[in-house]
């Protein structure tokens, strides 16, 4: 008789019969153990942290780990100093002693002195495991890893939680396979002052190279994890914003998403528009120098610096924004981006390999750009709506007609071609009654007449002012979609060309009317610019420096206001709302996702 076949199906990890054999039940199915792949130059060791991290949550470890993303809050800071003296390092490591080694006076039983020994850095490649260990007691012949933890003793049998109890016998492991002999762990809360002991037994160490094994397996995949299903964990998980677990369980199984995006940074961009200004710096603070003042900034207030025009920027200022991966533009006088300085850029390749997959796919192309246009294009129609205020409300019921017609030829048109020429028709519309958003005092002003879109150059004020908003929208996207990972020079409508950001006029197509647009309309009608804050030189028209400042906080005013996601009903800052979108671009790209949510105002 022959034996039974059986194949190994990917997806669990588990051994099946094939359709000759005696079928398996689930409860004689036999599980395969995957060994990890050995370690080398090319797959880096693990930090222990991130062990622990894995058996907290397996995505939260896979974002950290393999796709380096990280956020601070208020709980990393906090441990942050709680190391600062464990960190700082002191002690001495002797050497493991000998297999038998003769017993000498003043030593403990296997021959190696008592020692403390702080901050010390081990690997194993066997393991294929690094880890920085707070502290090594040395007594009796046995060495103890010990860990620091920032909060209290917690009331559990074990003495400690799992993925704090795998994460210190890990150190064991370490400690072990550089010749130490280890029977304990333990770990210092430095909240309650209290030592706890860790007894790294045999169900420990199994679970420990299990949690080691699984974790190296997942890099070596390079698959994302799923994200945790209504877990608590999420709730003060600092890197929710960036792993949306709720938002990928809308789109997977309806549920409802919890409020878990964190509250918007309370740092802003920092604009310079002065000539000949310098910026420096002065300790933690920005110093910015002109002829008639001199302005100090927190650092940490600051989210990124904007330099327009022949603004100077001082070695020592620019090394500390980029080690705290604070981004740099370089804009001309006109505002116009010229260059963007990041540290040392976004260490998730996987998402620009996605980019690059779903670009060079014209049919994913196209069916992206479709999408694209008939937001844009729905968002203008509800902003016109919403904004008429005078004018043949005849004209503006056709305008509104067409655009509602547009958007849905849009949303089937064939050909890239095709869908540009409707694109460019519905703008056509929608400028055509731009004017009608205009207050009665605004109207008074020949200077803020407007018959229809120009740029290159813009020829009245209200184009120069478009065009200035479109600008700034472009830098907001462009600082989005490269903080987030992607490459911004390569988009899916917007063809490639040498030095323009591609993906961020892409993204900012749906958002031209209610952040730009809407901005050009705010600072007409509460007379924030006013008719003598442009200068003309020729054809074009330009925003004096007093009209440009008025201009860019209105923007950012705009930014800061916050709106119910459409989709998922929770209130985020605009801000905050543009990385969400990106984030949300980013998990469709990789699959996470059938389908992108492009924002529709309501």
């Known amino acids: 008789m022959s034996s039974p076949a059986f194949e190994v199906t990917s997806d669990t990890d588990t051994l099946s019969a094939s359709e000759s054999s005696i079928p398996l039940s689930p409860s004689t199915q036999l599980t395969l153990d995957l060994p990890a792949p050995p370690a080398t130059a090319e797959t880096p060791l693990v930090p222990v942290r991130m062990v622990n991290e894995w058996v907290y949550c397996p995505r939260l470890a896979f974002l950290e780990w393999v ?10 800071e906090e441990g942050r100093r709680a190391h600062v003296r464990v960190d700082a390092g002191g002690g001495k490591l002797p050497a493991p002693p000998p297999p038998f080694p003769p017993p000498q006076a003043g030593e403990g039983r ?48 074990e003495g400690a939680y799992e993925p704090e109890r795998v994460q210190v016998c890990a150190q064991g492991l370490i400690l072990e396979d550089a010749g130490y002999k280890v029977t304990d762990g333990a770990i210092w809360y430095a909240g309650s002052r ?30 994302l994890p799923p994200p945790l299903i209504d877990s608590p964990k999420c709730t003060k998980c600092s890197l929710a914003g960036i792993c949306l677990p709720d938002e990928i369980a809308f789109f997977r199984r309806g549920l409802a998403p919890r409020p878990l995006n964190p509250s918007a940074d309370t740092a802003l961009p920092l604009y310079v528009q002065e000539p000949g200004a310098r910026v420096s710096k002065s300790g933690e603070v920005l110093v910015v120098e002109t002829d008639e003042q001199k302005t100090q900034v927190p650092i940490g207030d600051v989210s990124e610096l904007v330099l327009h025009g022949p603004v100077s920027l001082t070695t020592p200022a620019l090394g500390a924004l980029l080690r705290e991966q604070i981004p740099v533009t370089y ?6 981006v010229l260059g963007h300085t990041v540290s040392t850029g976004h260490k998730n390749v996987a998402i620009r390999i996605a980019q690059y997959h779903a670009a060079f796919d014209e049919r994913r192309c196209l069916a992206f750009a ?22 043949n409300e005849a004209e503006r019921d056709a305008a509104l007609e067409a655009l509602s017609r547009l958007a849905d030829r849009a949303a089937h048109a064939p050909t890239e071609a095709e869908l540009l020429g409707m694109e460019g028709e519905a703008a056509a519309r929608y400028f055509r009654l731009f004017a009608t958003m205009f207050g009665e005092a605004a109207r008074n002003f020949p200077e803020f007449a407007f018959d229809k879109r120009t740029r290159r150059p813009p020829a009245d ?17 462009l600082t989005v979609v490269s903080a987030v990972g992607f490459d911004p020079y390569l988009a899916f409508y917007h063809r490639p060309r040498f030095g323009r950001p591609a993906l961020a006029l892409d993204m900012m197509e749906p958002f031209r009317s209610i952040l730009a647009d809407s901005t050009v309309i705010q600072v007409i009608n509460n007379g924030e610019v006013k008719p003598d804050g442009f200068v003309s030189a020729g054809p074009a028209v330009n925003l004096k420096p007093h009209a440009k400042r008025a201009f860019i906080a209105a923007y950012e005013r705009r930014l800061e206001q916050e709106v119910t996601h459409p989709v998922f009903g929770y209130r985020v800052s605009t801000r ?14 990789d699959g996470e996702i059938d389908d992108y949510p492009h924002y529709l105002v309501r």
Do not use: C
Not at 461 to 477: E, Q
């Open 67 to 76: 796709d380096g993303e990280w956020a601070d809050s208020g709980d990393t």
């Open 194 to 223: 209290e030592r706890v002991r860790i007894a790294l037994d045999e169900a420990l160490r199994a679970k420990t190279r299990t949690a080691i094994a699984d974790l190296r397996l997942a890099a070596a995949a390079g698959r």
């Open 110 to 157: 296997e021959g190696v002195p008592d020692f403390a020994a702080r901050s010390v850095t081990l690997a194993s490649e066997r393991l294929g495991i690094i880890a920085k260990i707070d502290l090594i007691d040395g007594e009796d012949g046995t060495v103890t890893p010990v860990d620091t933890k920032k909060g209290k003793r917690p009331h559990v049998a």
């Open 370 to 391: 479709r999408n694209l246009v008939v937001a844009k294009i729905k968002n203008s129609r509800v902003f016109l709506r919403r904004n008429f205020k005078v004018g």
């Open 461 to 477: 004020p209200v184009n120069a002012m478009l065009s200035l908003g479109y600008t700034l929208l472009t830098r907001s996207w």
């Open 331 to 336: 804009a001309s006088t006109g505002g116009w």
């Open 576 to 589: 905050r709302l543009l990385e969400v979108q990106a984030r949300l671009l980013a998990r469709y790209l």
